[in-house]
């Protein structure tokens, strides 16, 4: 519990500073535990750490597991409302692995569904996977929630997955875990492939060189 308040703090200070030194707003992602989320007066200490650091709650997103959510769906949707209420994004991280209850999903104030990376791995290979991704994206969609896939490290990957109506990605792919100084050059020059011929990994190499 220590150790992700203080990740959590890092984390907002460092998105406090690319606010400061001027780049466009940028959300940080931080992982939630189950520990932590059940740990008394959490969505406090969260809303006292935005306070405490500067950084709006728009910026935040917490990403929860199905098995932290679902563990105890009515205290959790709780206190996921109130963090909802200061601004704070919910994300339901790697979904699909997990036991779900559908009518506790719609309930809880989510903004991202992010699909299981074993499932991209076996994307180009596995033709079960990619129905099983589609499914997913459209239940996203019918609950008005992003889809997001995670672990994706391939062209081919990247373009099923566009294909299939899924056009938030990460994963080696885009970029290795950098430091706050070689991230800030993606959030100077951002590169979209929505619309262009996908390639993306130089794009990336001429920014990350930069």
């Not at 030194?21 to 006292?48: C, F, H, K, W």
């Not at 990403?63 to 563990?71: D, K």
């Not at 294909?163 to 994963?171: E, I, V």
Request: hydrophobic share 40%; proline share 6%.
């Amino acid at each position: 519990v220590p150790l992700g308040e203080w990740i959590l703090r890092e984390a907002c200070r460092q998105g406090r500073r690319w606010l400061d030194a001027g780049y466009r707003p940028m959300p940080i992602a931080v992982n939630l535990s189950m520990r932590q989320l059940d740990e008394p007066g959490t969505d406090r200490l969260i809303r006292s750490i935005l306070a405490e650091t500067g950084l709006p709650g728009s910026l935040l997103e917490l990403e929860l597991t199905e098995g932290a959510v679902m563990r105890s769906p009515e205290a959790t949707e709780a206190t996921l409302r109130r963090l909802a209420d200061a601004g704070v994004k919910i994300v339901l991280d790697n979904f699909g692995t997990g036991s779900s209850s559908l009518s506790q999903l719609r309930r809880l104030p989510l903004e991202k569904l992010k699909i299981g990376g074993q499932f991209i791995r076996t994307l180009e290979q596995e033709p079960d996977d990619q129905e099983i991704i589609s499914a997913i994206v459209g239940l996203a969609q019918s609950l008005r929630l992003k889809p997001v896939a995670e672990g994706v490290e391939t062209e081919s990957q990247a373009r099923i997955l566009r294909a299939l109506n899924c056009h938030l990605m990460q994963g080696y792919l885009f970029s290795k875990p950098v430091t706050a100084a070689r991230a800030a050059r993606f959030i100077e020059a951002p590169v979209s492939f929505g619309t262009m011929p996908f390639t993306l990994p130089d794009a990336l190499r001429r920014v990350a060189a930069a």
